[in-house]
């Protein structure tokens, strides 16, 4: 009996083995997908959960999902942290939306705005891009940005910094391989121009030197990764405290906009009654040179 035990303790083992991996996918899930968290939030930015038509205000540290909006108005500016080893940064009067999360297969889309990032060097079989209304710029660890007109989106202009590489394709076709301290410009239906000295991102270079890259050190340091579960919760406590503020906000505007109301009708109240005292007394006068005419 005492030889037979290691064999039956192996096979309880082996019979144990998948089902504790059954019960604990979190590990494996986690890894399929980055971390991704709004690092900072300033000014006007509105996040729209999923896509959805209702806007709320954006909330340090809280956890973003694949098909969020986030529309930052002409005083807002906002940080995206990938992990804490990546960073991006999305200027005033921007729309930005999350694509895709995956790990293998990163995607952003940028309707207009300015978008600056610091990127990690990605692993071969990892892609990372952003998308434009007119060009897809494919990144692999670098420090790029984006930028796209409001009021001419047909123009989209992707530049290098210091370090990495981008590749920038066209909708009609074509491409163009940026490395440090070169831009493209691309048109809506053509091929990216030909790889030039930084030009109009150039203004960005300093922020990204001096701001960005600061800010992407603490996170690195500071950093705990979270579980998905923890996660979720997390963005729920968020979308609460958020949905609860907006309500707040549109209790309060209803109250000053009532309020305005009230007081032009008072106004209104108060005008009437000095034009009937002005009409009263006009008449008075009238009745009073009548009789000094009749005498």
Same mark, same amino acid.
């Given at each position: 009996?005492?030889?037979?035990?290691?064999?039956?303790?192996?096979?309880?083992?082996?019979?144990?083995?998948?089902?504790?991996?059954?019960?604990?996918?979190?590990?494996?899930?986690?890894?399929?997908?980055?971390?991704?968290?709004?690092?900072?939030?300033?000014?006007?930015?509105?996040?729209?959960?999923?896509?959805?038509?209702?806007?709320?205000?954006?909330?340090?540290?809280?956890?973003?999902?694949?098909?969020?909006?986030?529309?930052?108005?002409?005083?807002?500016?906002?940080?995206?942290?990938?992990?804490?080893?990546?960073?991006?940064?999305?200027?005033?009067?921007?729309?930005?939306?999350?694509?895709?999360?995956?790990?293998?297969?990163?995607?952003?889309?940028?309707?207009?705005?300015?978008?600056?990032?610091?990127?990690?060097?990605?692993?071969?079989?990892?892609?990372?891009?952003?998308?434009?209304?007119?060009?897809?710029?494919?990144?692999? !660890?670098?420090?790029?940005?984006?930028?796209?007109?409001?009021?001419?989106?047909?123009?989209?202009?992707?530049?290098?910094?210091?370090?990495?590489?981008?590749?920038?394709? !066209?909708?009609?076709?074509?491409?163009?391989?940026?490395?440090?301290?070169?831009?493209?410009?691309?048109?809506?239906?053509?091929?990216?121009?030909?790889?030039?000295?930084?030009?109009?991102?150039?203004?960005?270079?300093?922020?990204?030197?001096?701001?960005?890259?600061?800010?992407?050190?603490?996170?690195?340091?500071?950093?705990?990764?979270?579980?998905?579960?923890?996660?979720?919760?997390?963005?729920?406590?968020?979308?609460?405290?958020?949905?609860?503020?907006?309500?707040?906000?549109?209790?309060?505007?209803?109250?000053?906009?009532?309020?305005?109301?009230?007081?032009?009708?008072?106004?209104?109240?108060?005008?009437?009654?000095?034009?009937?005292?002005?009409?009263?007394?006009?008449?008075?006068?009238?009745?009073?040179?009548?009789?000094?005419?009749?005498?």
């Amino acid at each position: 009996m005492p030889k037979r035990l290691p064999g039956m303790l192996l096979g309880l083992l082996l019979c144990a083995a998948p089902i504790a991996s059954a019960e604990d996918p979190a590990p494996a899930a986690q890894e399929e997908s980055w971390d991704a968290r709004l690092a900072d939030v300033k000014g006007d930015v509105q996040i729209f959960e999923g896509g959805g038509e209702q806007g709320l205000p954006a909330e340090k540290d809280m956890p973003v999902n694949e098909g969020d909006r986030l529309l930052l108005g002409a005083d807002g500016s906002a940080d995206l942290t990938l992990d804490g080893g990546s960073l991006i940064h999305l200027s005033a009067n921007t729309d930005f939306t999350v694509g895709q999360l995956d790990r293998k297969s990163t995607a952003f889309k940028l309707a207009f705005g300015t978008f600056l990032a610091k990127i990690e060097k990605l692993l071969s079989a990892q892609s990372l891009i952003v998308q434009t209304p007119t060009a897809v710029a494919a990144v692999r !660890g670098t420090e790029f940005g984006v930028e796209v007109d409001k009021e001419s989106p047909d123009e989209a202009h992707v530049g290098v910094f210091d370090e990495g590489k981008v590749e920038v394709k !066209g909708e009609s076709g074509g491409s163009e391989i940026l490395i440090g301290g070169q831009e493209t410009k691309v048109v809506k239906g053509q091929a990216p121009a030909r790889a030039y000295q930084l030009s109009r991102l150039a203004r960005h270079r300093s922020y990204m030197r001096g701001v960005l890259k600061k800010r992407l050190s603490g996170w690195r340091k500071r950093w705990k990764a979270l579980p998905q579960a923890r996660r979720r919760e997390l963005r729920a406590k968020a979308l609460s405290r958020m949905r609860e503020h907006g309500e707040k906000l549109k209790e309060r505007r209803q109250r000053l906009k009532e309020e305005g109301e009230q007081r032009l009708r008072g106004k209104q109240r108060g005008d009437a009654e000095v034009e009937r005292k002005k009409k009263k007394m006009d008449e008075f006068r009238e009745s009073i040179r009548r009789r000094r005419g009749g005498q």
